[in-house]
């Protein structure tokens, strides 16, 4: 029986750690029939190691692209045309905040530091996205990945905004791109113990929200459901399904105090 990414040929960013959703979602295309390829930045040799932890290692080139870097954007479809040829898929799990960005600074961190967390973690789904559109001509399916922003969080701060500008930006490229075929949706995970989660002060009190509200059992290290949430979103089994936000969050967004 193949799988559901049989043939599917998918770009992965964000493949930092083992415990990475991205890792995750690299993992299960490839056992899917996935071809990938990833991106890195700014240590694209430490993805590289990872990604001999994958089930086929030996197919997977890593890239090196940082995405507010216009000449890298400019050169990728190129790059990823010379392994693979062409993309039905774009998995964007990008997101930076400086360190003054977060943990109870909102009120007085600068528009410097905001610009770069909304820069790095929103306008880069926008910018990934058309730098991969020439690989995408028969249409495809992009992916990214949010931490719900309907609410404001503690510690979290102004990758709140950011994540809102995000989930925004990803309804917009779902107007203007539907008429290419290309689907463009958010997976919004519950909290999980990631590379990005380490950048966070106060994680853990963010994190024990769901052993109080969570209506299904809810395990900060397990990242399998987040990444199946993605892979099932960049197969054929979503082909009408755009400009949505699926939670993989225990169900946690949908109750109250």
């Known amino acids: 029986m193949s799988g559901i990414l049989e043939g599917k040929r998918i770009l992965i960013t964000g493949v930092l750690m083992e415990s990475s959703i991205a ?14 390829i990833l991106t890195a930045f700014p240590r694209p040799t430490l993805t590289e190691r990872i990604a001999k932890k994958l089930p086929r290692p030996e197919n997977v080139k890593v890239l090196e692209l940082d995405v507010s870097n216009t000449e890298q954007l400019d050169g990728l479809a190129d790059q ?4 693979l040829g062409s993309l039905d898929g774009v998995v964007h799990s990008i997101g930076f905040a400086p360190q003054d ?13 905001v610009a770069t967390a909304m820069q790095i973690s929103a306008y ?35 990758m709140g905004p950011a994540k809102a500008a995000l989930e925004a930006t990803s309804r917009y490229l779902a107007r203007d791109l539907g008429k290419q075929g290309i689907r463009c949706n958010l997976v919004s995970a519950g909290p999980l113990k990631s590379m990005a989660a380490k950048s966070i002060p106060g994680f853990e ?11 299904l059992n809810w395990d900060v290290t397990d ?35």
């Open 124 to 158: 880069s789904l926008k910018s990934l996205t058309m730098a991969c559109l020439p690989l995408m001509a028969e249409g495809g399916s992009v992916v990214g990945l949010t931490f719900d922003a309907q609410v404001a969080w503690p510690q979290y701060d102004w």
């Open 205 to 215: 009190l963010l994190a024990d929200t769901w052993n109080h509200r969570s209506p």
């Open 23 to 36: 890792f995750h979602t690299a993992k299960l295309a490839q056992e899917q029939g996935a071809e990938i």
């Open 80 to 83: 990823v045309r010379e392994h």
């Open 101 to 113: 960005a977060l943990g109870g600074n909102f009120l007085n961190t600068p528009w410097e530091s």
């Open 223 to 257: 990242m399998d459901p987040a990444g199946r949430g993605v892979v099932a979103l960049l197969s054929d089994w979503f082909p009408k399904t755009t400009g949505e936000i699926i939670h993989v969050d225990g169900g946690l967004h949908a109750i109250g105090a």
